[in-house]
């Protein structure tokens, strides 16, 4: 028996989807843990592309999917993704994918409070993807969120409404923005229930059944561990634990079930939104990575910053999460560059540090220390085994073990399923 965790190590979009869709294949189950549709995991079988936001990226191979009671679930979101997956030819029945029970709803006036926040102040953007998903954790936090249990009583509706006032004085009066149509919200909730209630079901007493069968499970991590709420570059970081803990507390099974870590890395780093980012790019190099990586946001489109890999981001990652392994992706990106840097610390105010400072005001006092490596010319997305990668890429890949004391399991070269080399499955 093995279950294993899935996170993201840098700040995000480091190829979760891909990796997630590799490894459904050998798991039962594919549960989603926090997050919302801030997300955007991109999955591409057979030149086809899927793009999910909130449904596990599992769904294409076929397994059960669970969106956990971490989840915060945008409910017209998740309608237009199951029409839109169900179109493209995948099972989303009710068979097929569950919802907790205790997961909460994005409302209309999360997303208006979110967008609302962002334009008020341009200074002191975060640059959130508008999702309303700040919001949404701040009513679970403040114990007025609503959630699918909620949506399954006629009566709630009251106290949505009841929240809904509330957020519409912020809106109008502070913000000096639209409040939102109480009346059209309300028209909304019983297609709701119509389409979502058959899904909705006690995720936990699930897993745990299915546990006791031995059956596999695979928990889908979204964003990164950077954009965690307590761990990340606060307040430049998103609003739910993106850590492999919460894996437990999202889909409410015990830390001893977990067997595997497998931490997401991009074979450089990128970030979407505002925030300190040590070895950002703004030369030609950047621009490169980006048009070749085709770095753009799979959720809101928006152009991704790029820089090289960070070795004291991922030690971090690694001791945060406890990760197991490596999957690296995107690796066929650095071809054709003459050197790659790699950093491996951080000279800041005349000292050598090795671990991300908790300070913003030091963190972008921090200047990298970088080891250069020779690159490789050869164009490595046709390349299936390990033996075949030229020697400077097999080098690049030994330091990243090297530094951070973590093995590489997984190498992606390319984003289709078969562009992947798997030294180590991690459900062996
Ligand atoms: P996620 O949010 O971590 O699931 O990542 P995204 O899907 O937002 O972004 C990753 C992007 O890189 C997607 O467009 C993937 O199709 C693509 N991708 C994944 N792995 C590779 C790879 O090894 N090489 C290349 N060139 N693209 C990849
Ligand atoms: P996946 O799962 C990259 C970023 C936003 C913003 C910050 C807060 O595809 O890796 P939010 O809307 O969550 O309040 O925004 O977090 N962000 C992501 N960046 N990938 C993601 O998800 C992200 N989800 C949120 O850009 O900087
Ligand atoms: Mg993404």
Same mark, same amino acid.
């Given at each position: @028996?093995?279950?294993?965790? #899935?996170? $993201?190590?840098?700040?995000?979009?480091? $190829?979760?989807?891909?990796?997630?869709?590799?490894?459904?294949?050998?798991?039962?189950?594919?549960?989603?843990? &926090?997050?919302?549709?801030?997300?955007?995991?991109? @999955?591409?079988?057979?030149?086809?592309?899927? #793009?999910?936001?909130?449904?596990?990226?599992?769904?294409?191979?076929?397994?059960?999917?669970?969106?956990?009671?971490?989840?915060?679930?945008? *409910?017209?979101?998740?309608? &237009?993704?199951?029409?839109?997956?169900?179109?493209?030819?995948?099972?989303?029945? =009710?068979?097929?994918?569950?919802?907790?029970?205790?997961?909460?709803?994005? @409302? =209309?006036?999360?997303?208006?409070?979110?967008?609302?926040?962002?334009?008020?102040?341009?200074? +002191?953007?975060?640059?959130?993807?508008?999702?309303?998903?700040? *919001?949404?954790?701040?009513?679970?936090?403040?114990?007025?969120?609503?959630? !699918?249990?909620?949506?399954?009583?006629?009566?709630?509706?009251?106290?949505?409404?009841?929240?809904?006032?509330?957020?519409?004085?912020?809106?109008?009066?502070?913000?000096?923005?639209?409040?939102?149509?109480?009346?059209?919200?309300?028209?909304?909730?019983?297609? !709701?229930?119509?389409?979502?209630?058959?899904?909705?079901?006690?995720?936990?007493?699930?897993?745990?059944?299915? /546990?006791?069968?031995?059956?596999?499970?695979?928990?889908?991590?979204?964003?990164?561990?950077?954009?965690?709420?307590?761990?990340?570059?606060? *307040?430049?970081?998103?609003?739910?634990?993106?850590?492999?803990?919460?894996?437990?507390?999202?889909? $409410?099974?015990?830390? +001893?079930?977990?067997?595997?870590?497998?931490?997401?890395?991009?074979?450089?780093?990128?970030?979407?939104?505002?925030? =300190?980012?040590?070895?950002?790019?703004?030369?030609?190099?950047?621009?490169?990575?980006?048009?070749?990586?085709?770095?753009?946001?799979?959720?809101?489109?928006?152009?991704?910053?790029?820089?090289?890999?960070?070795?004291? @981001?991922?030690?971090?990652?690694?001791?945060?999460?406890?990760?197991?392994?490596?999957?690296?992706?995107?690796?066929?990106? /650095?071809?054709?560059?003459?050197? #790659?840097?790699?950093?491996?610390?951080?000279?800041?105010?005349?000292?050598?540090?090795?671990? !991300?400072?908790?300070?913003?005001?030091?963190?972008?006092?921090?200047?990298?220390?970088?080891?250069?490596?020779?690159?490789?010319?050869?164009?490595?997305?046709? #390349?299936?085994?390990?033996?075949?990668?030229?020697?400077?890429?097999?080098?690049?890949?030994?330091?990243?073990?090297?530094?951070?004391?973590?093995?590489?399991?997984?190498?992606?070269?390319? =984003?289709?399923?078969? &562009?992947?080399?798997?030294?180590?499955? *991690?459900?062996?």
């Amino acid at each position: @028996m093995a279950n294993i965790v #899935i996170v $993201g190590t840098q700040w995000g979009d480091e $190829g979760k989807g891909k990796i997630v869709d590799l490894l459904a294949e050998y798991s039962d189950y594919v549960v989603r843990f &926090q997050g919302g549709n801030n997300a955007g995991h991109t @999955m591409v079988v057979n030149g086809e592309q899927f #793009i999910s936001h909130l449904v596990p990226s599992g769904i294409i191979q076929g397994k059960t999917c669970i969106i956990g009671n971490g989840m915060v679930v945008d *409910p017209e979101v998740l309608i &237009q993704e199951i029409d839109y997956l169900t179109e493209k030819g995948v099972d989303v029945s =009710p068979a097929q994918l569950r919802i907790s029970d205790k997961a909460h709803l994005i @409302m =209309p006036y999360h997303r208006a409070m979110d967008n609302a926040r962002e334009a008020a102040n341009k200074k +002191k953007q975060i640059g959130t993807t508008g999702r309303g998903i700040g *919001p949404c954790y701040e009513d679970k936090a403040a114990r007025r969120g609503i959630r !699918f249990v909620d949506l399954l009583d006629p009566g709630f509706e009251e106290n949505a409404r009841l929240v809904a006032q509330e957020k519409n004085f912020y809106l109008e009066n502070f913000y000096k923005s639209e409040p939102v149509d109480i009346g059209e919200m309300d028209a909304r909730f019983d297609n !709701f229930r119509k389409r979502l209630a058959p899904y909705v079901t006690d995720v936990s007493v699930l897993i745990d059944t299915v /546990l006791r069968e031995d059956k596999k499970v695979l928990f889908e991590g979204a964003q990164g561990t950077h954009l965690d709420i307590d761990h990340g570059t606060y *307040p430049y970081v998103t609003s739910s634990n993106t850590v492999s803990g919460n894996a437990c507390c999202g889909s $409410g099974v015990g830390p +001893k079930k977990i067997d595997k870590i497998t931490g997401i890395v991009k074979a450089y780093t990128t970030r979407v939104g505002k925030g =300190p980012f040590p070895t950002e790019l703004f030369d030609e190099t950047g621009d490169m990575i980006q048009e070749k990586g085709a770095e753009f946001g799979a959720t809101t489109g928006r152009r991704r910053r790029c820089g090289w890999i960070d070795a004291v @981001m991922l030690k971090n990652a690694v001791r945060l999460n406890s990760l197991t392994g490596f999957a690296v992706t995107k690796l066929d990106v /650095l071809g054709g560059l003459e050197s #790659i840097k790699i950093c491996i610390g951080y000279s800041c105010r005349g000292e050598r540090i090795e671990h !991300f400072p908790t300070s913003l005001g030091m963190l972008s006092d921090c200047e990298p220390v970088y080891e250069t490596v020779p690159g490789w010319k050869q164009d490595i997305s046709g #390349i299936r085994a390990y033996k075949d990668l030229p020697e400077n890429t097999r080098k690049y890949l030994a330091r990243i073990h090297e530094l951070t004391e973590t093995p590489v399991e997984i190498i992606s070269v390319g =984003p289709g399923r078969d &562009q992947t080399i798997l030294l180590n499955n *991690p459900f062996a």
